[in-house]
């Protein structure tokens, strides 16, 4: 059964870079039928998709963060990363990754399973 | 980008009732393509529909999805004390972006 978990600092300083990682366990992350996402939820708040990488390294980012978000993927070690650059307290939120299943290649579809979510709150 | 409408925002309903919940979207959507979620506190979301009426593996048979177009609609046909969450719609296939709807909280009245 394939699992994913985050892991990374959970406070980080206004204007630094906010960085996780996503644990996969229980299957390939290079497989090619599934991209891998990062999605995250303010405190009270509805869900925002970040971004999605295939292990190829080929992503997709959401147009409204594209700016300060890098993707990774390390095949070696299982995983796959974010980078969100010059924080505000705006990103504080439960930052999820989970795997973005994909029926038509290259255009990933929805999003299953989900990380159990790690809270990062952006703060001095 | 296609913006995901949900409504009513709060479904007030006691065990047993039936539930009707929508997601709209701003333009049409390819084919059926539309995923929802619940999500209970403190837990990820869980998806439980795909391709607007695939329930995924392990959702329960009282939950069915249908629409197509921009008009989409998850019920429950009888309510189970473990139902009471938070629902989401999400799009996917039109664009390469893959938006939520706001949510909809399905709260015990």
């Known amino acids: 059964q394939l699992q994913l978990q985050e892991s990374g600092p959970g406070l980080v300083k206004p204007s630094e870079t906010l960085s996780l990682t996503c644990i996969v366990s229980g299957g390939p992350i290079s497989t090619n039928t599934y991209y891998w996402a990062w999605i995250r939820q303010p405190p009270g708040k509805g869900l925002e998709w970040i971004g999605s990488i295939y292990y190829f390294g080929n992503t997709f980012y959401n147009p409204s963060l594209k700016s300060r978000v890098t993707l990774s993927v390390d095949t070696s070690k299982n995983q796959f990363s974010l980078n969100l650059s010059s924080v505000t307290a705006a990103d504080t939120a439960v930052y999820y990754c989970a795997r973005h299943n994909m029926i038509t290649w290259g255009e990933p579809d929805w999003f299953d399973p989900w990380g159990q979510g790690t809270l990062v709150t952006v703060s001095s | 980008e296609i913006v995901l409408t949900q409504s009513p925002g709060t479904l007030s309903l006691s065990p047993g009732e039936r539930a009707t919940l929508s997601c709209r979207a701003s333009q049409t959507l390819n084919s059926r393509y539309l995923a929802w979620y619940q999500q209970k506190p403190g837990q990820a979301p869980r998806l439980l529909i795909y391709d607007a009426s695939s329930r995924a593996t392990g959702t329960p048979a009282r939950f069915s999805g249908s629409g197509s177009g921009t008009d989409f609609t998850l019920t429950i046909s009888r309510l189970e004390p473990e139902d009471f969450a938070v629902y989401y719609c999400?799009?996917?296939?039109?664009?390469?972006?893959?938006?939520f709807g706001q949510g909809t909280k399905v709260e015990i009245k």
């Open positions: 999400q799009q996917y296939g039109t664009s390469l972006t893959w938006m």
